[in-house]
Nanobody, 128 residues
Framework: QVQLVESGGELVQPGGSLRLSCAASGRTFSTYAMGWFRQAPGKERDIVTAISVSGENTYYADSVKGRFTISRDNAKNTVYLQMDSLKPEDTAIYYC?????????????????????WGQGTQVTVSS
């Protein structure tokens, strides 16, 4: 069983920055592909970014490309999401997810159906 705990969400002004963290339990975090998703009220849960097991491969949704950065520290069982130049449309609950079905060190899981473990979510609100 894997537990994911997100932290770092809060109210921030447009143009500001936040760093979200997702701490994972278990000894095999280094074999999980990881991702961040977000869900705004009345909308579907969409992928924001994903990172491979090795950390060498990353994916970003067009809406966040150039502003958000995903990274992982396998020694700390933690994945991070650095969010810069935040916009009001970034307001959502952000979820961390883990794909425990190892598919290679460079594989990135891009569909929410590939993820079998989810955190409880952390609220990010971008508003003046």
């Amino acid at each position: 069983q894997v537990q994911l705990v997100e932290s770092g969400g809060e109210l921030v002004q447009p143009g500001g920055s936040l760093r979200l963290s997702c701490a994972a339990s278990g000894r095999t975090f280094s074999t999980y592909a990881m991702g961040w998703f977000r869900q705004a009220p009345g909308k579907e849960r969409d992928i924001v970014t994903a990172i491979s097991v090795s950390g060498e491969n990353t994916y970003y949704a067009d809406s966040v490309k150039g502003r958000f950065t995903i990274s992982r520290d396998n020694a700390k069982n933690t994945v991070y999401l650095q969010m810069d130049s935040l916009k009001p449309e970034d307001t959502a609950i952000y979820y961390c997810a883990a794909d425990s079905s190892y598919s290679g060190t460079h594989y990135m899981a891009l569909s929410l159906y590939e993820y079998d473990y989810w955190g409880q979510g952390t609220q990010v609100t971008v508003s003046s």
